[in-house]
């Protein structure tokens, strides 16, 4: 097998700025292993974008995202359709992708050497992906997709100049929680057809968002299902009782939250807006279709302290 060569990718502005040294350690790890590897650092998301493109359609065999789940979201848009072996350097303030993968939420030393490790050792496993078509447009996820409150809170918590991770993500749900309005929903999932208010909607291959809260607690990115999180409507105060159950992922046995599998979902709503992995895809209608072993990705980093 010929030796890889490894590109890594890094958002130099995520993490408040330490994603540029976490890269840096990152590329001299592997690159003391006898790994070419090669630091790509952009100043913009267009910029970000293309790189991704010409990285991927070069010789590099690993592709690496250095930084939070919308830098893993933008360099997956190019590594799916190369097929290009893909893993992650958490540099964000959430790092729920690199998570629910396996990886520790903050990049360190010991992350550096496993990853090293498995690329030096060509370890790589495949996993699922979601497929969303948008206006004719088709975006991978890796991570949750959802409408309604939690998007809201997106939109909000995007807005924002402070705060970190779920510090920034509960401001930004205290926030909104006055203003937010209900929406219907249209929803088919497989041959189930749903048409209700809700007062969120999270679809989930990986099962976190908002910095280690289990929306979807029971995902997985083997199983070549995605798993539905329903939330029906609720009083301010059921929602402040249920939000804290959400980092243990126990707020699925509330009598307002309903749960699903389905290979396949279409969402459709009035003034409503879907995220994918913290990013903003745009208003419904969307359809989302797991795309089992659609990645391969590091292995050998699948231990951390839950």
Known sequence: MNSPTVAIIANPMAGNGRARKIAMSAQQAIAAKGVATTLHQPTSLKELQQISLE??????????????????????????????????????????????????????????????????GNQSSMI????????????????????????AINERANRMTFGRGTTRYIVALLAEMRPFKLHHYEVIMDDKRLSSSALLIAVGNGGCYGGGMRICPNASMTDGLLDITWVDKA??????????????????????????????????????????DGERIGPPPVTIEVIPQAIRVIAGVQQRPD
């Not at 893909?86 to 959430?94: D, E, L, Q, R, Y």
């Not at 980092?247 to 807006?273: N, W």
Request: a negative charge; charged letters at 15%.
């Open 55 to 120: 990285v991927c359609a070069q010789e590099s065999s690993v592709v690496l995202a250095c930084g939070g789940d919308g830098t893993v979201h933008q360099v997956l848009q190019a590594v799916i359709p190369a097929g290009v072996i893909f893993g992650i350097i958490p540099a964000g303030t959430g790092n729920d992708i690199a998570w629910s993968l396996g990886f520790t939420r903050k990049a360190n030393t010991a992350l550096f050497d496993q990853l090293a490790d498995s690329i030096h």
């Open 128 to 151: 699922d992906a979601s497929l969303i078509t948008h206006d004719e447009e088709q975006i991978w996820s890796l991570g949750v997709i959802s409408a309604g409150f939690d998007s």
């Open 235 to 276: 009083p301010r105060r059921t929602i402040l009782r249920i939000f804290p159950k959400i980092f243990s992922g126990r707020h699925v046995e509330h009598k307002l939250v309903h749960t699903y599998q389905a290979k396949k979902i279409s969402i459709d709503s009035p003034d409503s807006m879907i995220y994918a």
